[in-house]
């Protein structure tokens, strides 16, 4: 693949994958649309650590949207870093045990209808957010919240589920404040993030050969292109949902969604 052409994909990749991290539509599911449109295979271990340095980029928005809180942790009282602690559990245990299982099946030829059927799970968690945050009234964050956020998040391994929506939902269901569980759901992506990154540098470390060629010129150009994306699109995806906190108005990203889904089972049938 010429190297420019290899580098706009990416570009484009990590675009996406900014927008959909933090906007509660599935960064994972899109990705995966997206690649096999781009036509490139899901399975490969060069893929896997392209999402993952991606998700690397997502991060660094995180960190400048979010610095004033993530500093905040560290002061006292640390409850609320016991619970960003206890809430990331579920995920790494889930991701750990499945996450690779989970990707294979995913990767499949039917990978497409689970993707489906993933966001319209998504959707009807939206629309019950947005019903929850009207009907109930609301309580400061705790430990009810946050553990139902982590078991959520944990769920959201799955390409498809939100893991801003879901979890935001949850925290939402459970009882807490549209605006502090959304800020909880951003900060829960900072350790989630940085294990899953550690993991694949890791694995790059100790078996080389699982990237296949992804040592090249045009693959490490591509890469950065696509980091710096994922970076700066996911900047502005953060501004537009911290903006949405307040209002918890998702019906028209659950109303995306189910046309999405639509979508994918249409392409199903079309693919089998």
Known sequence: MPIVEHILKCILLGTVQGLTEFLPVSSSGHLALLQRALGYSLDGGSM????????????????????????????????????????????????????????????GENGVGYI??????????????????????????????????????????????????????????AGGRVEEVSTFSFLMSVPVILGSVALGILGAVREPSVLGDAGGIADIAGMLAGVVAAAVSGFFALKLMKKLMARANYKWFALYLLLLACTCLWLNTLLA
């Open 116 to 173: 489906a059927l993933a966001f319209g799970v998504t959707a009807v968690l939206l629309l019950v957010c947005e019903l929850a945050a009207t009907k109930r009234r609301r309580v400061p964050l705790g430990w009810r919240q946050t553990a139902a956020m982590g078991l959520m998040q944990a769920v959201a391994i799955v390409p498809g589920i939100s893991r801003s929506g879901s979890t935001i939902a949850a925290g939402v269901i």
């Open 48 to 107: 896997t650590f392209l999402s993952i340095m991606l998700h690397f980029g997502t991060l660094i928005a995180v960190v400048i949207v979010f610095r004033r809180e993530i500093l905040a942790l560290f002061h006292r009282p640390w409850k609320p870093l016991a619970m960003l602690a206890v809430a990331t559990v579920p995920a790494g245990v889930v991701g750990l045990l499945f996450g690779s299982r989970v990707d294979a099946l995913f990767a």
